[in-house]
């Protein structure tokens, strides 16, 4: 049974992380292509993503709502992004976060109380499902979460969990 089975997952940002996350987490079976809904401003990359078989929008709001968000955009967009759909991110969701250097505390500021967050340092070998990723956890992380957390980086390569 996988970590992921019977939830869904949001992507907002179709960068080439997000997308090296998305090939391992589709080829390993962890979640299938129904359960992820991921957006991106670009067209081109809606596109691509919807060729694996998972659903796209332009709004950010049908990831945010979703059980796993996996935020991957730019750090000097996160405040934009956050702002427009937190309202939409429930208490309890699971909140992976990619955007390099965007430390836990501020995180907590930009997204509602509840939230459970995992800071993740991917690099770029995912891309060819070879990547090591440092992982760390808020205080309401328990380890059933962080286990799907990592095993969301495990299948673009090896994480292990840090210190913040």
């Known amino acids: 049974m996988s970590l992921l089975e019977g939830k869904k997952l949001g992507i907002i940002g179709a960068g080439n992380m997000a ?6 987490l589709l080829s390993s079976g962890m979640i299938p292509a129904g359960s992820v809904v991921a957006s991106d401003p670009s067209e081109e990359r809606r596109k691509y993503f919807a060729s694996f078989g998972v ?4 709004d950010n709001n049908g990831p945010a709502a979703c059980d796993v968000l996996l935020i991957a955009v730019k750090p000097q967009m996160l405040n934009a992004v956050l702002s427009t759909v937190s309202s939409q991110v429930k208490p309890g969701t699971i909140v992976v976060s990619i955007a ?5 505390a501020r995180l ?4 509602p109380e509840g939230v459970k967050l995992v800071r993740v340092m991917p690099n770029t070998p995912m891309l060819v499902g070879a990547g090591v990723s440092c992982l760390c956890r ?3 992380v328990d380890d059933s979460d962080m286990d799907i957390a990592l095993a969301m980086c495990r299948s673009a390569g090896e994480a292990y969990e840090v210190e913040e």
């Open 138 to 140: 808020s205080g309401n």
């Open 19 to 24: 997308e090296a996350l998305l090939k391992g």
């Open 108 to 111: 907590e500021g930009l997204l």
């Open 100 to 104: 390099a250097g965007v430390t836990l």
């Open 55 to 58: 659903n796209v929008t332009e």
